[in-house]
């Protein structure tokens, strides 16, 4: 239902765009949301948005990460600026609550 794309390597304080291209007529209506998993750790949410655009973060990226979306393309984004470290997992984009299956994921990896 969703194939996100745009990880990659990064150094510290870079930057990187994630997007996430949605099937389903069930988007536009739907709250989205970033969600990431680090080796070792449980999935979290990290941003979510209405169809409206309101927005909501983690308090570990607030002020750092952007979640936008675009109904008419059915693509939902993620900047991510001044990257850390612990910013290093995978990225999935999903339904907020997540209702679909979850897809590959786009790596991002922050080296030191």
């Known amino acids: 239902q969703a194939v996100e794309s745009g990880g990659g390597l990064v150094q510290a304080g870079g930057s990187l765009r994630l997007s996430c291209a949605a099937s389903?007529?069930?988007?536009?209506?739907?709250?989205m949301g970033w969600y990431r998993q680090a080796p070792g750790k449980e999935r979290e949410l990290v941003a979510a948005?209405?169809?409206?655009?309101?927005?909501n973060y983690a308090d570990s990226v607030k002020g750092r990460f952007t979640i936008s979306r675009d109904n008419a393309k059915k693509t939902l984004y993620l900047q991510m600026n001044s990257l850390k470290p612990e910013d290093t997992a995978v990225y999935y984009c999903?339904?907020?609550?997540?209702?679909?299956?979850w897809g590959q994921g786009t790596q991002v990896t922050v080296s030191s």
């Open positions: 389903g007529s069930i988007f536009s209506i739907r709250v």
């Open positions: 948005i209405t169809r409206s655009g309101i927005t």
């Open positions: 999903n339904t907020n609550p997540s209702l679909w299956i």
